[in-house]
């Protein structure tokens, strides 16, 4: 199942909207095939393996990361093709909340005498695909917020100034997480302020396709110009209100970018982010990338819209007049402030890479 593990989180970055599913066929203690699944509309991760393990799949064991689909989509239902192929085991580490598979493949499975056990590995296997439950369950994109940050908790100095704070490690890891999301999201202050590409450029393994790039803009802010409005880096999405000028609109679709009006946030200080992220789901984003500064990071924290933070800590003191990590309500007793729950730590060369997720949330989230 480890082994599964690994081929499914390898395949992460190819196969959105689908889940990044990792299969292996073992027969006498010996692997006979293995697979991952293939962008959409290619093979499923148990046909991959099916076919490297030919006739050596009769009578061995799969393990799969994700429940089979019993269904047929793009492709032909797996549990069939496991049946045909003779497999008269499978070791499941999740049963699928989709609600086209949800327990169906298993139980077509078994109603074919196939030997079915669930559970192993589940908790690896929840954190690896923690997006894409979190968009079965929920309809929604799962939002990752990323933020870099001084040692006093400061995303910028007095003077605005916030490049860079991190060093090369922090920012290449950065890359990567962006390579891992479907969607950039900034709001319209971080817009102006920095003039990002929010493209990805310093990953390992650079995504067969840029990660859709999202402004948040309320009223018409940001002109329809710089590296966010170059359609030839990646594709643009701003999100607006009924509240936007007219003229605002027509450039930026002269621009290139598409454009979407959703429903003002409850305050009126911008867009109602769980429609954001619901919208952003529906188009088939599984994680959402939040690249904002402390007024968006501050707002969705306080919505409880956060299901993971990413925080790169640097050694630099900025001091009081800096700019808070997370701007919101306040002042908040320790009983009513958000707490997250640390996953993981570690140092990236001069900083150290922080990662939590909201534990309110349960397993299925990020």
Known sequence: MQRALA???AARRRTAPNPWVGCVIARDGVIVGEGATEPPGGPHAEAVALAAAGDRARGA?????????????????C????????????????EDPDPRVGGRGLARLRDAGVTVEVGLGAADATRSLAPYLHHRNTGSASCLVKTATSLDGRVAAADGSSQWITGDEARADAHELRAESQAVVVGSGTALADRPSLTVRLATDTPARQPLRVLLDARGRVPADGPLFDTTLAPTLVLTTAMVPGPALDAWRAAGAKVEIVDAAPDGGGVDLAAVLALLGRDGVLQA???????????????????????????????????????GPGPLTLGDAPRLELLDAQVLGPDVRLEYRNARHGSGSS
């Open 79 to 94: 549990t069939d093709a496991m049946r045909a192929a003779g497999i008269e085991r499978v070791v499941v580490a999740l």
């Open 61 to 77: 064991t799969a393990y799969v990361t994700l429940e089979p689909c019993g269904h047929r989509g793009r492709t032909g239902p």
């Open 289 to 327: 990338m939040v690249e904002g500064g402390p007024t968006l990071h501050g707002a969705l924290l306080a919505a409880g819209l956060v299901d993971r933070v990413v925080a790169f800590v640097s050694g630099a003191v900025l001091g009081r007049e800096g700019r808070a990590m997370f701007a």
């Open 7 to 9: 081929l499914g989180d």
